[in-house]
């Protein structure tokens, strides 16, 4: 049974900073291409960032290049976002989500529950 767990969500002010991790088990998930995305109240999910298995290629959303990094540790199966300059409008629920093809978009095969992040101005 494949499973994704985020955590390291929270409350930070403006301009802060925050790591989110997501645990994967149950895949193979050296190759799994590896996504987050985030869903704010009243609005539609947002691609954020992702990254393929195979070659290991980035991807942002417009909104958040430049600030965040998306990163993953395949001997640990974890992916990790870190964000940096933190603005109120990233306030959302962030989800972890895995692909066994290389569409960072997706759709994606797996998700996880998702983490709250809520920035405070």
């Known amino acids: 049974q494949v499973q994704l767990v985020e955590s390291g969500g929270g409350l930070v002010q403006a301009g802060g900073s925050l790591r989110l991790s997501c645990a994967a088990s149950?895949?193979?998930?050296?190759?799994?291409?590896m996504g987050w995305f985030r869903q704010a109240p009243g609005k539609e999910r947002e691609f954020v960032a992702g990254?393929?298995?195979?070659?290991?290629?980035?991807y942002y959303g417009d909104s958040v290049k430049g600030r965040f990094t998306i990163s993953r540790d395949n001997a640990k199966n974890m992916v990790y976002l870190q964000m940096n300059s933190l603005r109120p409008e990233d306030t959302a629920v962030y989800l972890c989500?895995?692909?066994?093809?290389?569409?960072?978009?997706?759709?994606?095969?797996?998700w996880g529950q998702g983490t709250q992040v809520t920035v405070s101005s």
């Open positions: 990254i393929k298995w195979l070659g290991g290629s980035l």
């Open positions: 149950g895949l193979t998930f050296s190759r799994y291409t």
């Open positions: 989500a895995a692909d066994k093809t290389l569409r960072v978009a997706g759709p994606y095969d797996y």
